[in-house]
């Protein structure tokens, strides 16, 4: 949806329109095993990571050993986890094969010089706090529903059932809003593979957009920025 947007903002100007139902039939089709692909190898990893603390947690083997081995699976865990973000961008964008879409945007990446950017994202920070927010508002909304029919917790002390109306609310709360805030945070990612590649269409169709993401962009990374304007140019 978010690359309709930028490449044919006519065919999606409402949240009704086609580019949203082409978008889920590609998700439920042709994409459908790139993205299980990408999911089952992020599964199988957490499952590794899960066996090899049990047996830490249970004394197997050789402790300093396991701790070395749960180290690099973490560490493989978040390199699946980061190679999936972006593949899935390209997979969505262009419909390539998960096994085409990571090693085209990393090398899109690469020729833009864009490494800071992609280790500076304040996006999910922000997001972070946001679902955090929620989820305790949501606590506190718990917490009230409590206070006006205590007879939903019957049989549970006063002050404890405060505290478990205001951990439910906050558990389910948090779970809810990063469901939600991560389709945002999915959006600002395909907004910085477009940007990298195809500014000069964001540009046309969004001049006053463009015109302030280039200069927050340009007093943030100006060397990056700079790559990027000359091969626009070009």
């Not at 978008?23 to 899960?50: D, E, K, P, W, Y």
């Not at 690099?72 to 085409?100: C, D, H, P, R, T």
């Not at 718990?142 to 558990?171: E, N, Q, Y």
């Not at 990056?224 to 070009?234: D, H, K």
Request: one cysteine or more; hydrophobic letters at 50%.
């Amino acid at each position: 949806v978010v690359g309709t947007w930028w490449f044919s903002p006519s065919d999606a100007r409402s949240c009704c329109s086609p580019s949203v139902r082409d978008s889920f039939v590609r998700a439920t089709s042709t994409s459908f095993g790139s993205i299980c692909l990408g999911s089952l190898l992020v599964a199988m990893v957490q499952v590794l990571n899960h066996l090899v603390r049990q047996a830490r947690r249970h004394g197997r083997g050789n402790g300093v050993l396991l701790c070395i081995i749960e180290c690099l699976v973490s560490v493989l865990q978040s390199l699946i986890e980061y190679f999936n973000k972006w593949a899935f961008v390209y997979v969505g964008l262009y419909g390539y094969s998960y096994v085409e879409a990571g090693p085209k945007v990393m090398e899109l990446f690469r020729m833009r010089g864009w490494g800071a950017i992609l280790n500076d994202q304040l996006v999910y920070r922000v997001l972070s706090w946001m679902s955090f927010i929620m989820g305790a508002l949501s606590g506190l909304v718990g917490v009230l529903v409590v206070v006006v029919h205590p007879s939903l917790l019957r049989g549970v002390d006063a002050k404890d059932a405060t505290w478990v109306a205001f951990g439910v609310g906050l558990i389910v709360g948090t779970i809810l809003s990063n469901i939600l805030l991560s389709i945002l945070g999915s959006a600002v990612d395909t907004v910085v593979v477009c940007f990298a590649e195809a500014p000069a269409e964001f540009r046309h169709s969004y001049p006053e957009f463009s015109e302030r993401m280039e200069e927050a962009w340009c007093n943030a990374f100006p060397t990056e920025f700079q790559v990027i304007a000359n091969s626009t140019l070009v």
